[in-house]
């Protein structure tokens, strides 16, 4: 059974940069993507990007000049960096593995406040 | 790209009710759809993908239809655990882009 584990920073102040890291464990997840989605306080689903097995990259035409997500496949470990973060980057931040175009698998998500 | 609306927005339902939701893409998508359901403080669970086909170890209650444009995901006979919110979800072969419709809420009658 795949597992996924999110882990970051807690609050960040406007114009810094998000990081976030997903751990992968309990099985291969070649052939996947590696996703990254948000979720605004009370609002719903946002794909930010994904990261495939052969390091081909796609995201949301909204962020793209913001985003960036990388993949240590030796590690089971991708990442997700958001860059001049606003309030309006507050959410959940799920990462999540994808086949055939949806996702099975998705980690806890984690809050990212975003405050001055 | 391709817009996702889903509705009603919300969903007044009791238990043992058959329940029904809209997905309705801006352009045609196959059966490129998915369904899921979130509960408060959870991450996402696949129900069914590719417009019909059940996630294994998804309750057979649930049935998704539908191709093109407009799609439907079917609670057959609602129970407890079912109250939660539920998102469409569309994969765009080129450019490679995914959404997610607004999402309906069942909630108690």
């Known amino acids: 059974q795949?597992?996924?584990?999110?882990?970051?920073p807690g609050l960040l102040r406007p114009s810094e940069t998000l990081s976030l890291n997903c751990t992968v464990s309990g099985g291969s997840i070649s052939d996947y993507y590696w996703t990254w989605i948000r979720q605004?306080?009370?609002?719903?689903?946002?794909?930010?990007?994904?990261i495939y097995q052969n390091g081909r990259t796609n995201y949301n035409p909204s962020l793209k000049s913001r985003v960036t997500i990388s993949v240590d496949t030796a590690n089971s470990h991708f990442s997700l960096k958001l860059t001049s973060v606003t309030t309006a980057d507050t959410a959940v931040y799920y990462c999540a593995v994808g086949a055939a175009g949806t996702f099975g698998y998705w980690g806890q998500g984690t809050l990212v406040p975003v405050s001055s | 790209a391709i817009q996702l609306t889903q509705f009603p927005s919300s969903l007044p339902a009791s238990i043992g009710d058959r329940v029904s939701m809209t997905c309705r893409a801006s352009q045609g998508i196959n059966r490129a759809l998915a369904w899921y359901q979130q509960k408060p403080g959870k991450a996402p669970k696949l129900l069914i993908y590719g417009a019909s086909i059940l996630q294994s170890g998804v309750s057979s209650r649930f049935s998704g239809s539908g191709s093109g444009t407009d799609f439907t995901l079917t609670i057959s006979s609602l129970q407890s655990e079912d109250f939660a919110t539920y998102y469409c979800q569309q994969f765009n072969n080129y450019p490679h882009e995914f959404t997610f419709g607004g999402g309906t809420r069942v909630e108690i009658k």
């Open chain 1, 2 to 8: 795949v597992q996924l584990q999110e882990s970051g």
């Open chain 1, 40 to 50: 605004s306080p009370g609002k719903g689903l946002e794909w930010i990007g994904y």
